[in-house]
């Protein structure tokens, strides 16, 4: 069918090493320098770079290094890549109920060299960029060289592209621990652990992967006007209608069966209400004084209430697509309506037949009653169910300033904690050109708008797994994968939500908050998010650059030229240094400017007792 339409141009097929001709297939992953294409007379492609790694609801922050990132990009290129692009070059959102997965945050950061919000996110970025300057300059000895290589031993290849006119060399190390040296056409190179050194003319290394020389920017979130301060922020609020759905039995659909919450929703919601009636007599069997109400779902959130009454809700983790809600219940005689509420975080769209992946309820529900040792089951699973589709409150669009009941929120004895409540307030736009992110620290989960405008799923009450963090700096040697190098342990999965500034007015905004589970709005506020320090490192005879993001260079704390121990933050001065303090060079250069940029060398800072150790300049720099 695809050969077919007779595009003009060739198909590819990621991930498919079956691929059938013509069809290119190509790799995605951390790491591609060893993939290889299943025709030998197509390019070796990789379609998906993963620069980190998305979140998800419980799931702590991945990181990967600019070190390794570098790695891969350059190993791939050493062993005859083509084509790499980024998945992600530049995070982003997923505003309003654009998250699939399920349960992917609404952040889809990715830990990307633009970030979510458009930040640089340095040194990845930086590093980067110098990376594909080196390479750029090497396109037509790439593209056209013959290709040779020497293997060293100890994970260390030596590969050599030449052409008439030029050659250029990547001394590439897979040793995941130790520096190794080797002699090429008479010279010693030492190659450090995990890292790809380039050489444009196989003689003078230009670039190593390992060797950072580009800033790292510490971002930090500031509630910088008095407006936004939780304390300036004055709310009102409306209870969720949810009378008829919990009392009567009204719905869109009547089915004698449960049914799959994307055939009735139509992914319209992520709300669909399950209401049948059960009517007990004296002479039923199910009648007893311990009564359970069990429920099969599929693994996103389940709200059960029976007679109007919440009983209590289930929901699982990721990856968990199979949950079992069970829970006493209290019955009357005569009519009682159990009233399922199915909450959706976000539908599967990717791996084979994502599109019947079950949602909702499949069931079966049953009640399960106890006489003497006697567990007696009754299977409401083919009762007569009702099904309604959505909330009231997104229905009248409570969230929009044009909704006719937009007047009637109240403003007496706030409710906290409280299922199923809407608030709203307002607020003047932050100063600056910063962007902007709520922090929603202390409500539950639900959705929130920012002038009309949905900023997506929040759920803060949603804590990261507590195990598996480590205080150590991140060592970028050796393979990647989403478990290496996580932080946040403990905490808000998210707690802070992205507002585009083009959401913003420069009067009055609105935010409004539909709360699902339960919360308590008196934290929330409005910050920015900035380079709170700037920290510059460059080895020698190499440009250190620092900047902050439009705002001056207020102080500089750290400043060593030798081999300073330590990252951004906790930097320490090491077994050697310069002859001259670099910090007050370094002040007199940078303080009260946007952006500066010294020369790490012996002619500004001095000679040192360093000897043979490969120095480097490192500032940090406050903004």
Known sequence: MAESLDIGVPWIMCQESDAPQPMINTCNGWYCDQFTPNNPNVPKMWTENWTGWFKNWGGKDPYRTAEDVAFAVARFFQYGGTFQNYYMYHGGTNFGRTAGGPYITTSYDYDAPLDEYGNLNQPKWGHLKQLHRVLKSMEKTLTYGNVSSIEYGNSVTATIYTTNETSGCFFGSANPTNDITITYQGRNYTVPAWSVTILPDCQ???????????????????????????????????PEATGDTLFHENGHVVAYQLMDQKTVAADTSDYLWYMTSLNLKHHDRIWGD????????????????VNGKHIGSEWTTYGVFNNVFEHLIDLKRGKNLITLLSVTIGLQNYGPKFDVTETGIPGPVVLIGKKRDESITKDLSGHKWAYKVGLHGFENRLYSANSKFASTWQTESLPTNTMMTWYKTTFKAPSGTDPVVVDLQGMGKGSAWVNGNNLGRYWPSFLAEKDGCSDAPCDYRGSYDNNKCVSNCGQPTQRWYHVPRSFLSNGDNTLVLFEELGGNPASVNLQTVTVGKACGSAYENNALELACQGRPISAINFASYGDPQGVCGSFQKGSCQSQNDPLPIIQKACVGKESCSLNASDDIFGTSSCGSINKRLVVEAIC
């Open 204 to 238: 003078t290394e230009v670039y190593n992967t390992a060797k950072v020389n580009t800033q790292t920017s510490v971002m930090v979130k500031r509630a910088n006007d008095a407006e936004t301060e939780p304390s300036s922020l004055k709310w009102s609020w409306k």
């Open 290 to 305: 311990n009564m359970t109400l069990r429920v099969n779902g599929t693994g996103q959130i389940l709200h059960a209430f």
